[in-house]
Structure formats: C-alpha cells, structure tokens
C-alpha cells in the first residue's frame, strides 16, 4: 500500500498509526515534499478484514507473537494457555503501576500472558522503568495492538 | 485534462507496510517449522459423520507404537475439534517467548486443537465486528491454520497427521501453507458418502494433493459378544473411490462399540510409513 501525493507525484511517507480502541484504524502519511499529511480512516470490518491477515499497516515493529492471531481474536478459555514467566534482565524489569495493572486484569485472560509480555518488552526496550496506562497506550498505538 | 496517475509498482518507493513481505515472513515461519517434519500427512473427507478424527486417531496411535516414531496431531477441525480428546490430550497449553507447546498424549503424540483453548461445549467465536462477519472470519480461521503450523514447537516428526473438517476448503489453504506429502481419504460405505468424498478428491487433486488411499470406516458393526461383521451401511464406496481415483483401498475398519479410537489397518499404516521412507 503507497499513497502518492498528487500535487508533487512524490510518495507519501507513512508517519502515525492510531487506534482508538473502537475498532476503527487511523493511519497518517505525509508528503516529504510539500508537507500535505492526509489520514486513511478505516471503518471496523476494514481495520478487522486487514487484521485477519495477521498484518501491520505501516509495518510491525515487534515480532509476530506465538498464536499473536489466534489469542487476540478468539474467545478462548481462561486457563487455556500455561505462560513461563519470562526472565527479564537484573535490574531492567519495568514495574506496573496500580492503573496499569488494573487495566491488563481487564484483558481477557486468553490473551492476558502475551499482552503482558508484548508491553513487559516495549518498556524494556525504552528504558521505561515504570508501565503506566499513558505508556500502554503508545504501545498499543506504536505496535498496532489493536484488541489488546 | 485529467493527469495520468503513476500505478503502484511505478511509485518506486519503499511500501512501508510491507504487507506483502509480512506475508511471506509468515510463510517462512512454516517453512521453518516444518524443516524438521518428515512427512504432513491429511486425512480428509468430504461428508461429516464418516470417523475422520477417530481414523486420525487410531493411525497417529499404530504410527507412534511403543515411541518408535515420533508423531505430530494437528486438528485442523477448529468448529468440531474432537481428535485431542480421542487421543486424551488435556490442557493447559505451555507456551513461552518462542512457540506454543503440543501436549504430550498418550502414546507419546504431540497434539495441538482448539480444542485445548475453547471453553467445554462452547463454539468457536472470533471477536470482531459483526457486521460483514463472514467476509473476514474465513480469512482468520485460515490464519489460525497457519499459526497452529508456525508456531506450535512440533519439534522433529516423523509425520504430522491433520485431522480436516468435512469439504474441501481447509484442504486447500492446507496444500498452499505446507509441504503435504498426501492425503488419506475417509468415507462410509453409502453411496451418498462416496459422492461426497469424491467432491473432495477431486477439489484435493486440484489443488495438486495426492491421494495416498482410500479407508472405508464403519465397515460393518463388530458384534462384542460374537466377534462376527454385520452389515450397518449398504454400498461399497470405499472399493468405488479406490477404482475411481486408481488409488488403493487401505481397509475397512468396522463399526466398534465404545470411545477408544479404533485400530486401523496395517494397510493404512504401512502406507503411511511407504511416505515417509
């Protein structure tokens, strides 16, 4: 998918992604040229057609999970999946604040594990010693986590 | 006069959303995966009913033998997984950074199913708009597919079994996912059967998948008491679809009172075993 500036024929770049969490997808690009930036607004059956695939508009910036299609889509059992808790380096493990942890108990269990570890990474990654709700929601706009 | 626009592939430029490298980076994690499997064998029907799981069941049973081969399980029946169960495989399903992990069941078969990740009794459901439903859940249930394939750690098999749904479509984005070195057609005597399964060969050698053979399941009802064959379905479809498609008949497994998988053929299994050697 290219978007073309039509004033300046150039390629637009893609810039942002967005999910509002009502699932609809916003995705922004940008004329290096003449700096006109336009938004692709996708409606919830497009934003979800597109996920089916297991795709990222805009790319991924996080490897593909294991089961990553299946545990944010399917209405799965809770229990279902046994997670090894990962070991995350002395010293580097983000803690969670009340809000955040709050926020990951309401995830569905089902998915719970793997939401967990995809921000446990992103924080580690970022040097951010401290997961907050305002820290998830970059991730989930960043990674385009959409379900999650 | 309107300006001619540059097409996509004349916009020379990076596509940043790369969708299609995302998909051939998903193919890569099949293929990876299954470089340490032998043989993916399917074993198919076109008609429900006719005993494809329990026929998975017995041969992933008779291959595996006392650890002499190691033996893979997909259910690839996501709406009516039922083959976990007849091989007593029970969650929770261990999964860590890497893969998810088959559970081990009896026998020594690694087995993977929705049926490890479904509430008991409850269907398959995929969250998600309900408008337009049916254009985009076909489309995950072949990503689930493909997912159960690339990111269960099978490990090194001697063969992966894949249990199919009835009809022909999950064949089909089975055959395009992974290597298959053929398929194992299931049918019951009748001839209502025999015209189903024969959709079904037909659709299989379409999308360029083998037919390894033919078994012919509820073949009779095995009396306990007396140990003799009664007949239970008229026809012999088996024997039909084997002539039809010139591919062997590789039993007939009568009909047998309980919920043990039943044995199968050593026809069945010698064939199986034919593939892989």
């Known amino acids: ?148 | 006069m309107t300006r001619r626009l540059r097409t996509y592939a004349e916009v020379v430029g990076p596509d940043r959303s790369g969708l299609a490298a995302q998909v051939g980076v998903q193919r890569d994690r099949v293929r990876r995966r299954l470089a340490s499997v032998k043989a993916v064998v399917a074993v198919m029907s076109g008609k429900g009913g006719v005993g494809k799981s329990a026929v998975t069941a017995g041969l992933a049973r008779a291959l595996a033998g006392d650890g002499a081969r190691a033996v893979g399980v997909l259910d690839a029946d996501l709406h009516g997984p039922t083959v976990a169960r007849l091989l007593g495989a029970r969650g929770p399903v261990r999964v860590d950074a890497e893969a998810v992990h088959p559970v081990v069941a009896e026998g020594g078969v690694r087995v993977f199913s929705t049926d490890l990740l479904l509430d008991d009794g409850h269907p398959l459901s995929w969250r998600g708009p309900d408008s337009e439903r049916f254009v985009w859940r076909s489309t995950l249930e072949a990503g689930a597919l493909r997912e159960f394939l690339a990111d269960v750690a099978w490990g090194a098999l001697d063969v992966l079994l894949v249990d199919l749904p009835p009809g022909a479509d999950r064949l089909a984005d089975l055959a395009a996912l992974a290597p298959l070195a053929g398929a194992v057609a299931v049918t019951l005597p009748s001839e209502e059967s025999r015209r189903a399964v024969a959709r079904a060969i037909r659709a299989a050698r379409a999308d360029g998948v083998a037919l390894l053979g033919v078994v012919e399941n509820m073949s009779g009802y095995a009396c306990r008491g007396c140990d003799a064959v009664q007949p239970l379905f008229p026809g012999d479809a088996g024997a039909a679809l084997a002539r039809e498609f010139d591919a062997p008949l590789l039993g007939r497994i009568p009909f047998v009172p309980g919920d043990a998988p039943p044995p199968v053929p050593s026809t069945l299994t010698d064939r199986v075993l034919e593939v892989l050697a």
């Open chain 1, 1 to 148: 998918m290219k978007f073309l500036c039509m004033d300046c024929d150039e390629q637009m770049s893609f810039e942002e992604r967005a999910l509002p969490g009502d699932g609809t997808f916003t995705a922004a690009f940008g004329c290096p040229r003449c700096g006109r930036r336009v938004a692709m607004l996708a409606n919830p059956m497009e934003t979800q057609l597109v996920g089916s695939l297991g795709v990222k508009i805009g790319g991924r910036t996080l490897d593909e999970q294991p089961l990553e299609l299946v545990r944010s889509a399917m209405e799965g059992r809770a229990g279902a999946f046994a997670e090894a808790e990962e070991e995350a380096p002395a010293g580097a493990r983000p803690s969670w604040s009340a809000a955040a942890r709050d926020r990951l108990e309401r995830v569905p269990s089902f998915v719970r594990g793997m939401v967990k570890r995809i921000y446990m990474e992103y924080a580690v990654e970022r040097g951010i010693a401290e997961i907050t709700p305002s820290v998830m929601d970059r991730a989930r706009a960043e990674l385009g986590l959409e379900g999650m």
